[in-house]
């Protein structure tokens, strides 16, 4: 966190701090946290990437989704100590300045989100499918987002999303 | 000359959604997103036991945390005259609690604090002094004699029951009764569920003494309904109290009621002068806020031998937990319950209603439903299937012989509402075609001879959407119409705002769809505003599927008084009288001459700038807007799976669902909703409920013990539509965002009933989890769900 202060508080007198580094979205970030603080939180609260949502608190919805060095984690119960020195993408990193990536662009198309609260972890969790599987069966691309709860849209648009997204990565790429 | 409309995103365009452009970068703006300069952090301290006195509550160790601004108390709220509240249902409902806990998770102490963390911390500080109670976790025990009386705080309240109620013809009925051929009975249970929209409630309140004013950032549904419940109860100056309801993280009714967190929240941003954030967690949503259903049904069919129904009788007990907070705006108790067999021509039917305390969470609400229409629309198709297997006839051939004809309309229902269009016949056979239905009969009788179990589900309704009107609808008086204020710039483009709130159904996109079709004004140029009170017109939010039926309407309503403006300033721009000037979308254009015209961003620009003499300038408006009947939108659904008789799991084969429900704005958000309710609708058959222990311990307390269906469980959904427009809406539009929750459930019931009843079983209730499917094939019996639930479950 940078600031040109950090006011000393009657609370943060005693409380023991550590110091973790995380590249975030490609940008290394620093922070002097409480062990106990959430990776959620930090993301959330720190860096004001409010993206990343906070659903269940128990790592069952999947709002919280990310990406810690490539592989889906739920930032709601992982501490953000845990993720010193690891390299995190939240949902502010999938676009560039100029372009939206094609699960962004498959969501919108598709009508894969109602209410937004579930996408971002969905978005993330897909993008961690694609990587590793980029023709997926509609089996596979619903086993991979089974750990991802939606409450709208009764997932069948969010399955043809990421399809969709596949197919324009792979044309892309071909 | 006309535009295309599809091209500009009128009517009937699948429109992409604008609302996605900030949701899929991560820049939605949902509660929990808002900080405010100075915020502090509130945390509530609940109950762990369901019921008992409070004997102390010692908060000295809370108030020791370093970075604790404020503990507060039901005694200290009380010193206010808050310690209670008014519910939306004519009760009243602890905010924190003063004499004794009713339900588990009840709200006993608050802590404000720095951070959230230590909000927690002090919480866990707080030490209660309870003196257990007995405890009444389901109607039969409220009203037991010598039962404990839960609400001992109530004047004449000598018992736990909270209303009796009828409604029909019981001398009608009877004799049905006694003409009948076969009189047929079904008894069930609707478990109690909760709507858990992903995104728990919240507040942010930020009282302002230097200029009095509370503005308050909240999870509601219906924001205007909160600001006039502050107004009303709080007694704050009505122009002094702003609700702002920004992104939602879904509701499905769970977002209407006001929760006793939004009142301390405000509470304490008043007595510490700063910002207070409530977030709640995942568990004191699904314990604490408005669950759905709960519902005891029972009753009976009287049929003759050639498949007429003659009458119907239904009993339904409902569980209300601690207090009646179901917020619903019908001014029947049991809401739209008798809205039951509402597609089907019946002479007589009669209904009793009666509704109990228990030591649960309060609610009841209508969880993306109108008012208890899914616990009547279920018990309507599971009675129907009933009877067809009494009488030995064919579900789908009962059926037909008994929805109301295409000719009949306007239809008296059984109960008394007045239906007014549709084609039920023709979506049932729409359904029954698409899923091959003769042939699946014959497939099923095949594989039963090979030992496998397959049924077929079959849910036909039509259902009350968009309350009210305001001559049966009110929620503390207030009636139920909506708004829509459309202000066109200079440039021809616009902002609407409307009393609705969008929770993910997409108004951002569809109202400015709606100004398409009126004005011809494309409709990326308009931006749809909703949720914030000091800009929105009062209106009554979005819940009961009425944002389309009535909201939806006065923007219609709205955009046809803009364009009767631009009518005036065309004739004065094109220098002819007004009657000779004609309208095709965009643009008016002289009768005798059509290739002289002024197209409506024309006219805008002249309402600023070159308006007749005398015309007020500028080009804005507002409708209000009260619909002269509920909507009746008709769907058919139709369900295939198999059983497995050695698990008792059921695999959905296939689930077709034909919706009638008007004329379609945007027929892609139009399908998203049918599918999101479809999944609704199978989660409630199948596995989602929420029970309690015989102590009043909340079984489902969290997403591990409360299940809710993954992409990977949900099956895979075919959609077909029919069209019947309806005759009193402007655009000939009925609601449909809950109507395959509402009839999907029954769909499914009835095809795992269907693959079993060769088995003597008639009813599982659900949800239909595998070990209740085994048992009552092992047992050949019935299963009731009724709590508590058993312990000893393997």
């Known amino acids: ?174 | 000359m006309s535009l295309d409309e599809i091209k500009i995103g009128g009517m009937g365009a699948s429109r992409r959604r604008v609302e996605d452009n900030r949701f899929i970068r991560g820049r939605g703006n949902y509660v929990d997103d808002v900080v405010l300069p100075g915020m502090l952090h509130m945390e509530i301290l609940r109950s762990p036991v369901a019921h008992a006195r409070i004997r102390s509550i010692d908060v000295s160790k809370a108030w020791e945390i370093p970075g604790v601004r404020l503990v507060l108390t039901g005694d200290m709220m009380a010193t206010r005259n808050l310690a209670w509240m008014p519910t939306l249902s004519y009760d009243t409902q602890a905010v924190l609690a003063t004499d004794k806990v009713r339900f588990q998770g009840q709200e006993v102490a608050a802590v404000i604090a720095d951070d959230p963390y230590i909000a927690k911390d002090a919480c866990e500080a707080i030490v209660v002094d309870y003196e257990t109670l007995p405890v009444i976790v389901n109607p039969d025990q409220a009203m037991a004699s010598g039962a404990t009386l839960i609400r001992d705080d109530k004047e004449n309240q000598p018992d736990n029951k909270v209303f009796d109620w009828e409604v029909g013809d019981r001398p009608a009925t009877d004799k049905a009764f006694e003409e009948a051929d076969v009189v047929s009975e079904i008894e069930l249970h609707y478990p109690r569920s909760h709507p858990s929209p992903l995104e728990p409630c919240g507040s942010i309140a930020d009282f302002d003494r230097s200029t009095g004013k509370l503005t308050v950032y909240m999870t509601t549904q219906a924001p205007h309904i909160i600001r006039a419940a502050v107004a009303l109860v709080a007694e704050l100056p009505e122009h002094m109290i702003r609700i702002i309801s920004p992104d939602l993280g879904g509701g499905f009714g769970n977002k209407v009621p006001v929760y006793p967190g939004y009142v301390i929240s405000i509470l304490a941003s008043i007595l510490t002068e700063r910002p207070v954030k409530w977030i709640e967690d995942k568990t004191g949503n699904l314990i604490s806020t408005g669950f759905g259903r709960d519902v005891y049904l029972k009753g009976q069919m009287a049929v003759r031998k050639d498949g007429k129904i003659l009458g119907v009788r239904m009993h339904t007990i409902s569980d209300h937990g601690a207090f009646f907070s179901d917020a619903q705006p019908s001014k029947f108790k049991i809401g739209l319950m008798h809205s039951a067999f509402a597609c089907y021509d019946i002479p007589a039917a009669h209904l009793t209603a009666e509704g109990y305390y228990t030591n649960k969470a309060p609610g009841g609400v209508a969880y993306r439903c109108s008012f208890r229409v899914t616990e009547a629309m279920f018990f309507q198709e599971r009675m129907i299937q009933a009877a067809a297997d009494d009488l030995g006839m064919d579900q789908a051939e009962f059926r037909r012989i008994n929805l109301v004809r295409d000719d009949d309309f306007p239809h008296r229902t059984p109960f008394g509402f007045l239906t007014d269009s549709g084609q039920y016949g023709k979506c049932l056979d729409v359904a029954l075609e698409a899923i091959g239905y003769e042939q699946f009969l014959k497939d099923q009788e095949e594989a039963r001879k090979n030992g496998r179990y397959l049924g077929i589900g079959i849910s036909t309704m039509t259902e009350p959407l968009g309350a009210g009107n305001s001559r049966e609808y009110d929620i503390l008086g207030i009636k139920m119409f909506d708004s829509a204020e459309l202000r066109v710039h200079m440039t021809g483009k616009a902002i609407l705002r409307t009393g609705a709130k969008t929770q993910g159904q997409g108004h951002e996109t569809t109202w400015a769809q709606i100004v398409a079709h009126e004005l011809g004004i494309p409709a990326d140029d308009v931006v749809v505003e909703e949720g914030d009170t000091d800009t929105a017109p009062f209106g009554m939010g979005t819940y009961a599927s009425r944002s389309t039926p009535v909201a939806g309407a006065a923007v219609a309503m709205v955009a046809r008084k803009i364009r009767a403006k631009s009518r005036k300033i065309a004739a004065h721009l094109l220098e002819v009288s007004e009657e000779d000037i004609e309208w095709e979308l965009g643009r008016f254009y002289v009768r005798s001459s059509p290739d002289r015209g002024v197209t409506i961003q024309e006219c805008a620009m002249a309402a600023y700038s070159n308006m007749p003499d005398g015309m007020e300038p500028g080009l804005e408006n507002t409708a209000y807007y009260d619909p002269p009947n509920l909507t009746w939108p008709f769907a058919a659904y139709v369900a295939t799976v198999e059983v497995d008789p050695e698990t008792g799991v059921w695999d959905v084969l296939r689930m077709v669902a034909v919706d009638d429900c008007g004329v379609r704005i945007n027929p892609m958000i139009v399908e998203g909703q049918i599918m999101g309710g479809l999944t609704e609708a199978y989660a409630m058959a199948s596995m989602q409920f929420i029970t309690f222990d015989a102590e009043g311990n909340c079984v489902g307390s969290n997403y591990m013990d409360y299940l809710l269906p993954t992409a990977w469980e949900t099956p895979g959904f075919e959609l077909h539509e029919v069209v019947t427009p309806c005759p009193h809406h402007p655009i000939g539009a009925k609601g449909i965002g809950e109507c395959a929750t509402v009839g999907g459930p029954a769909a499914f019931v009835n095809a795992v009933m269907n693959a079993v009843e060769h088995l003597g079983v008639r009813n599982i209730d659900m949800p239909l989890l595998p070990d209740r499917v085994h048992e009552a094939i092992a047992t050949r019996s019935d299963i009731s769900g009724a709590p508590p639930v058993r312990t000893d479950a393997p």
């Open chain 1, 1 to 174: 966190m940078t600031s040109l202060f950090e006011e000393i508080t009657e609370t943060s007198v005693d409380i023991p701090v550590r110091r973790v580094t995380i590249t975030v979205n490609g940008e290394k970030r620093s922070a002097n946290v409480e062990p106990r603080l959430l990776l959620a939180h930090l993301l959330r609260q720190g860096f004001k990437l409010t993206g990343t949502h906070t659903g269940c608190d128990t790592t069952n919805c999947g709002a919280c989704t990310v990406l810690v060095d490539g592989r889906p984690a739920k930032s709601c119960t992982m501490l953000a100590v845990q993720a010193d020195g690891r390299d995190v993408m939240t949902v502010e990193g999938l676009a560039t300045a100029s372009e939206l990536h094609p699960i962004q662009e498959g969501f919108k198309e598709e009508h894969g989100l109602q209410c937004g609260y579930c996408t971002p972890g969905m978005m993330l969790a897909a993008k961690a499918l694609l990587d590793e599987n980029p023709d997926p069966t509609e089996d596979e691309v619903r086993w991979a987002l089974s750990g991802n709860l939606c409450r709208c849209t009764g997932y069948q648009n969010i399955v043809k999303s990421v399809l969709w997204a596949a197919e324009k990565m792979r044309n892309s790429a071909g």
